[in-house]
Nanobody, 115 residues
Framework: QVQLVESGGGSVQAGGSLRLSCAASESLFSIIRMGWYRQAPGKQRELVATITSVGSTNYADSVRGRSTISIDNAKDTVYLQMNMLKPEDTAVYYC?????????WGQGTQVTVSS
């Protein structure tokens, strides 16, 4: 069972930046893919960005060019750097880890962007 703890959310004005962190309870060695998803009120959870164990990344069109996902294996932590934030980025952001056939979610961190 992999436990994930997100942090770094908060309230910012449009155009600002945030860096979200997701710390895993065990080594990322067994994890084949990690990612960030978000869910806005009244909407379905959607992909933000993913990164594989070999460093391949994938971004939603809505954040591509404004966001960077990265992994620090020494700290068992995945990051999401978000720049030029927009009000439509407001959501709860969830961390995902995929290990084998299992998927684990964090509890989420709120990001609020005001105009």
């Amino acid at each position: 069972q992999v436990q994930l703890v997100e942090s770094g959310g908060g309230s910012v004005q449009a155009g600002g930046s945030l860096r979200l962190s997701c710390a895993a309870s065990e080594s990322l060695f067994s994890i084949i893919r990690m990612g960030w998803y978000r869910q806005a009120p009244g909407k379905q959870r959607e992909l933000v960005a993913t990164i594989t164990s070999v460093g391949s990344t994938n971004y939603a069109d809505s954040v591509r060019g404004r966001s960077t996902i990265s992994i620090d294996n020494a700290k068992d932590t995945v990051y999401l750097q978000m720049n030029m934030l927009k009000p439509e980025d407001t959501a709860v952001y969830y961390c995902l880890a995929v290990a084998g056939l299992n998927a684990f979610w964090g509890q989420g961190t709120q990001v609020t962007v005001s105009s």
